[in-house]
């Protein structure tokens, strides 16, 4: 027992010491980012090895000194190796040429020389060292606003999340579901749902033109007026025209908003819809297997002072089925260029119209991703879909 202990921990010591000499000998000597990165060893045999064959080369060359080349090696040490490690180093530098140089010199000369050299050499480094730690402390402050920067995204994306609705609508007569992916952490798509009364709810999808922070803020802007709205009468075409009024007081020429409002009652089986600028909405007819497109009938809320829409409606049926989404699904695009497209969407959604609503969004957004799987969306994806339950128990019936 006592043989089999003691074979052990001498076998363990000599990698306890390699760790040692590792951690220790090889990575004090260097500036912390550079023995973080690569072999440690590798700098450090670089600058010595080069030392040592400036040193040989002085012992060779008798005409002429060659303290000089020094200059190179504690040059490079200075940017790899801690300060006390590259000023230790002049000291040797000097040592090895004193020693080493076989070039004949009176004894006073040879002091002043070594001096000279010596203050030369210190100089270098100092020049060399003062650079290195302004490079640093820049690149420190550069990464301290990166993730300073990323923090506030990551905050962003949580309080754009809020605007979203959360959880699975209970609707009497539909089954709804949806989904926002954004590219950039933030997005400026937009969806929603408000209920009307017990019969008649009120979606929405919206697309700000741009990404990324901008136009998340516009989103925001866009959905707290649609909340807003909530509160007033239900007229659809003079809703828009006080969205239009309120983006064009919190925006620039150059950003815009694409918006699809919709009003389905479950009573009627009728949908009323005003289509700005935005993608056209497919309609899914269960009995026929057709699929209608709700079309824009105005432009974009934000371009122009005035906002002339026209109210669409349609007749529902039972099983029919309605996808609201963004431009993010039918403009990505493959490695070749070739764009996800509207005949692809229509095709994915005849062949899931069975699918339950939150199945359905999750295969448009899965073929979609597939698709385009590798270049990645390019735009912000948003998927809304609504099934007629029109005769069938509501999904929150048990």
């Known amino acids: ?33 550079v023995a973080s990165n690569g072999p440690a060893w590798l700098p450090l045999v670089l600058v010595l090895g080069a030392i040592s064959a400036v040193a040989y080369a002085d012992h060779l060359v008798v005409s002429i000194s060659l303290v000089y080349l020094y200059i190179l090696p504690l040059a490079v040490g200075a940017i790899f190796l801690r300060k006390w490690a590259s000023y230790i180093l002049i000291v040797i530098s000097v040592l090895l040429h004193d020693s080493f140089s076989q070039r004949p010199i009176h004894p ?14 210190a100089i270098v480094v100092y020049f060399i060292r003062r650079y290195m730690a302004q490079r640093e402390a820049l690149a420190k402050t550069v990464r301290q606003q990166r993730d300073d920067l990323v923090q506030d995204v990551k905050l962003a994306a949580q309080v754009q999340r809020l605007f979203l609705p959360s959880g699975k609508p209970d609707i009497a007569g539909l089954e709804v579901a949806g989904m926002m992916h954004a590219a950039r952490g933030v997005g400026g798509d937009y969806y929603d749902y408000i209920p009307v009364d017990a019969h008649i709810t009120q979606f929405v999808v919206a697309d700000v033109a741009g990404k990324g922070v901008p136009a998340a803020l516009l989103m925001s802007a866009t959905a707290a007026a649609m909340r807003t709205e909530a509160n007033h009468d239900r007229n659809m075409l003079q809703q828009v025209e006080r969205l239009n009024a309120g983006i064009r007081a919190v925006s620039d020429d150059e950003r815009y908003v694409t918006l699809l409002i919709a009003e389905i009652d479950t009573n009627k089986r009728t949908i009323h819809y005003v289509n700005c600028g935005h993608n056209p909405a497919l309609l899914f007819r269960a009995k026929t297997g057709t699929l209608t497109l709700m079309s824009s009938s105005c432009p974009p809320i934000g371009l122009s002072p005035e906002e002339i829409c026209d109210l669409d409606s349609a007749d529902l049926s039972p099983n029919d089925v309605l996808v609201f989404y963004t431009d993010g699904v039918t403009e990505a695009e493959n490695r070749s260029g070739e764009e996800f497209g509207l005949e692809r969407l229509s095709a994915v959604v005849r062949a899931g119209s069975s699918l339950s609503a939150k199945d359905l969004t999750t295969d448009i957004f899965n073929k979609a991703a597939d698709f385009c799987s590798e270049v990645g969306f390019y735009d912000d994806v948003t998927i809304l879909v609504v099934k007629c339950l029109f005769g069938a128990p509501s999904p929150a019936t048990p």
């Open 1 to 33: 027992m006592t043989n089999s202990i003691y074979l052990a921990v001498r076998k363990s010591m000599p990698a306890k010491l390699r760790d040692f000499r590792d951690k220790f000998l090889v990575t004090s000597l260097l500036r912390k980012d």
């Open 108 to 121: 006073e000369m040879r002091a002043f020389d070594n001096l000279g050299a010596m203050v030369c050499f």
